[in-house]
Nanobody, 124 residues
Framework: QVQLVESGGGLVQAGGSLRLSCAASGRTFSSYIMGWFRQAPGKEREFLASISQSAGTTRYADSVKGRFTISRDNAKNTVYLQMNSLKSEDTAVYYC?????????????????WGQGTQVTVSS
């Protein structure tokens, strides 16, 4: 069982930056692939990025590649999402998730545990 708690969301102007954090409970954090997703009103939950257990491999959605960076600190049981050059279309609730899969996946069904989400609002 893994419990995830996101933080770091808020209101930012277009072109600005935010760093989201996701703190995980439990001693098995380092055994999970971690991912970030977002969901805007009226839209499906969208994959953003994922990172392997050792942080050696990452995967990004085309919509955020070059602007967002996922990282993790296994000693702190925390995964991060650095978001730069934010746009109004990045406004959404952002979720972190943990996957017991052995490969990086971009679908919600591959993730076993989810946080409650943190709101990011980008004003234009």
């Amino acid at each position: 069982q893994v419990q995830l708690v996101e933080s770091g969301g808020g209101l930012v102007q277009a072109g600005g930056s935010l760093r989201l954090s996701c703190a995980a409970s439990g001693r098995t954090f380092s055994s999970y692939i971690m991912g970030w997703f977002r969901q805007a009103p009226g839209k499906e939950r969208e994959f953003l990025a994922s990172i392997s257990q050792s942080a050696g491999t990452t995967r990004y959605a085309d919509s955020v590649k070059g602007r967002f960076t996922i990282s993790r600190d296994n000693a702190k049981n925390t995964v991060y999402l650095q978001m730069n050059s934010l746009k109004s279309e990045d406004t959404a609730v952002y979720y972190c998730a943990a996957s017991a899969s052995v490969i990086l996946r971009a679908v919600t069904s591959a993730y076993n545990y989810w946080g409650q989400g943190t709101q990011v609002t980008v004003s234009s």
